[in-house]
């Protein structure tokens, strides 16, 4: 995945910055981590129900961050891998995802304040 996306940025570093094979190398290389992050995503969170034996997952910090990361990468990498097709065909709809692609980020950001209100006890 890393090579692959390493080559795409360098393709795109070669073109034109606007040009619409640059967007799609960028879109490609956007693929690949969103990919990355699903997989790790999902490993955490199979391992934390698998071995986990806390009643409490919702008092983890790093389930909600987890859970928001998620979330979002499971909605970005749909909208990536269309959005060139919708852009050309449907430009209101382009505009309509990518307003979802901005409400995710609010997603992700009271996750993570969910994530820091959690009450950890200090080990010393």
């Known amino acids: 995945i890393l090579l692959f996306a390493g080559i795409a940025i360098l393709e795109a570093l070669n073109t034109n910055i606007l040009s619409t094979k640059a967007i799609k190398y960028t879109d490609l290389t956007s693929c690949c981590v969103f990919v990355a992050l699903i997989v790790g995503s999902l490993t955490f969170v199979f391992e934390i129900f698998k071995f986990d034996t806390t009643p409490t997952i919702s008092a983890r910090p790093s389930m909600w961050i987890i859970t928001g990361t998620l979330f979002y990468s499971l909605y ?49």
């Open 76 to 124: 970005s990498l749909p909208f990536l891998l269309i959005s060139q097709l919708v852009l050309v065909t449907n430009r209101q709809l382009y505009v309509a995802l990518y307003s979802g692609h901005y409400v995710m980020f609010g997603f992700i950001f009271i996750m993570l304040a969910k994530a820091f209100s959690c009450k950890r006890s200090l080990t010393l």
